[in-house]
């Protein structure tokens, strides 16, 4: 393998080139690509060439346009891709997962073409991508890794170009759909672990293996049709007699949570309240009672979005697992895995900074989650609606029905939730003004006295204090100028800050190690 200074001079370069472009700028990526170059950038290309000929984009002055876009697009994927410090490095592409994003960054085929030599691995697993092998990303031609797994990609590998990736070691093309590759295939075969091939279409097996299952399937699809007939029939009968397993009835509730009694409430608001309790099976719930009539349109609405409450997956969310849409009783069942809400938690134990940047990494990534695959799903973040399980790990509790609050409000209770959890102050316990004279306070000490803002109790060293510096800056924008940014953008630099921990902790541990090493 090339030794490790040519890449770090080419990233180098590349990060000057995206440095000339505004690093803060809150407009989207698409709206970056519009815009030309600046007036400096011809002269940036040209001195890195002078220092750097090997760069991909020397002896391209006709194309500076595309030049400078690869720049926009690896500066926004080199965040999304989750890497500690896109400032020094960009070392790898991580869109497993991420079926809204991975096509957009496929398609910007100037990117690819001047693909960083710093990135070494690439992982678009999981995004269901179709059409044919995207043999544009082997134009990173320094990867040692490259996952396509679990995608429905189809057609020939071109397995020709494969040959220009001296360094590639690690590769995934299971479970898709390639055209069978005969013998010709034999020695790309032997370059990697047959785990790299399974079920992806490549092999002869996978073909007979699936003619035998058809067959299969043919010869049973009479008793199959029968059997489910059966079941259908059975299925109408139990739900008569029982009612959906996601369903629970008033008495049900009623017996879990000893009448709704007073012990058992835990919250009073304006349009819901909220019990806890346990089911006859040992499971703890929190019922939280929607309070008001509802209209017939309500209640429609209201048992579409539980069943969709029921399809989120992710650990910062509380686990919705039933509900109760009953003339008497309006109520969603949600599982209670926590021991108390974020505002308790400061209250009571005044924690360190680095519990409280995990809550905040974990509610970051429970909100990115929502925006991306479930936006219409409501939600409410402030410290009392935040929960924590015994491993100091946020839960989302409050989602969904009766949310329906607008982009800017959602920004400023997030930007309110980053304040309260650095400064542990209520605001509507501690300011006339509510909310609004918590931000007041904070415009008024932040940046010269920031000290003032934090928790006394907390005692953050001078590397962290510059962290918490930085938080506080994207929180105090997001809860003054809501309306002026959107929650992806805030959820990507908080990310971003956040990480900053991570990168510290690691070159700590190296100052450690070469410490005990003398």
């Not at 700028?25 to 090997?54: G, K, Y």
């Not at 990534?365 to 009392?384: A, Q, S």
């Not at 989302?396 to 309110?416: A, P």
Request: one cysteine or more; glycine letters at 4%.
């Amino acid at each position: 393998m090339a030794s490790a200074s040519p890449l770090l001079i080419t990233f180098f370069c590349f990060l000057l080139l995206s440095l000339t472009i505004l690093a803060t700028s809150r407009s989207s990526l698409i709206e970056e690509l519009n815009r030309p170059p600046p007036p400096d950038f011809a002269a940036t290309v040209a001195a890195n060439c002078a220092r750097d000929p090997s760069l991909r984009y020397c002896n391209c002055s006709a194309d500076l346009p595309n030049v400078y876009k690869s720049t926009v697009v690896a500066r926004h994927l080199c965040v999304e891709s989750r890497n500690p410090d896109c400032n020094r490095s960009f070392p790898r592409i991580d869109l497993r997962s991420r079926p809204n994003l991975a096509p957009l960054y496929l398609s910007f085929a100037f990117f690819w073409a001047y693909c960083p030599s710093s990135v070494l691995a690439i992982d678009l697993a999981n995004n269901s991508l179709a059409g044919g092998f995207p043999s544009a990303i082997l134009l990173c031609t320094h990867i040692l890794s490259l996952d396509l797994s679990y995608n429905a990609l189809a057609g020939d590998v071109p397995v020709d170009l494969f040959s220009n990736l001296h360094n590639l070691s690690s590769l995934n093309l299971s479970y898709n759909h390639f055209s069978e590759c005969g013998s010709d295939c034999a020695p790309f075969f032997r370059l990697f672990n047959s785990s790299s091939f399974i079920h992806s279409g490549l092999r002869p097996e996978d073909h007979r293996h699936s003619s035998e299952i058809t067959a299969t399937v043919l010869l049973l699809t009479g008793v199959l049709a029968s059997i489910f007939f059966l079941l259908c029939i059975v299925c109408v009968l139990v739900r008569r007699r029982k009612g959906d397993r996601y369903q629970f009835t008033t008495e049900a509730l009623r017996e879990a949570t000893r009448g709704f009694g007073e012990r058992n409430l835990i919250r009073k608001g304006e349009k819901e309240d909220l019990y806890v309790g346990r089911l006859r099976n040992g499971l703890q719930i929190e019922v939280h009672v929607q309070r008001g009539r509802a209209s017939k349109a309500f209640l429609r609405a209201f048992e579409e979005d539980c069943t969709s409450l029921l399809r989120l997956r992710h650990r910062n969310l509380a686990k919705v697992i039933g509900w109760c849409n009953e003339r008497e009783l309006l109520a969603v069942v949600v599982e209670m895995a926590h021991i108390c809400s974020v505002e308790e938690w400061l209250l009571q134990q005044s924690p360190p900074w680095k519990q409280r940047l995990k809550v905040l990494m974990g509610v970051v990534d429970g909100v990115c989650y929502l925006e991306e695959h479930w936006p219409r799903v409501g939600y409410d973040i402030r410290t009392r609606s935040i929960s924590l399980t015994r491993e100091i790990e946020p839960l989302i509790s409050k989602v969904g029905v009766g949310i329906s609050d607008s982009e800017s409000k959602k920004v400023q209770r997030l930007g309110l939730f980053v304040l309260e959890l650095i400064a542990n102050k209520r605001p509507r316990e501690v300011f006339e003004a509510g909310e609004t004279g918590l931000i007041e306070w904070v415009k008024v000490q932040f940046p010269a006295q920031v000290k003032k803002l934090i928790d006394e109790k907390m005692k953050p060293t001078a590397t962290t204090l510059e962290q918490i510096r930085q938080i506080i800056s994207i929180a105090l924008e997001a809860a003054a100028n809501a309306s002026s940014s959107s929650m992806s953008h805030v959820c990507r630099l908080l990310r971003k800050a956040c990480a900053v921990d991570q990168e510290i902790q690691k070159q700590t541990r190296s100052r450690s190690h070469k410490h005990h090493r003398r």
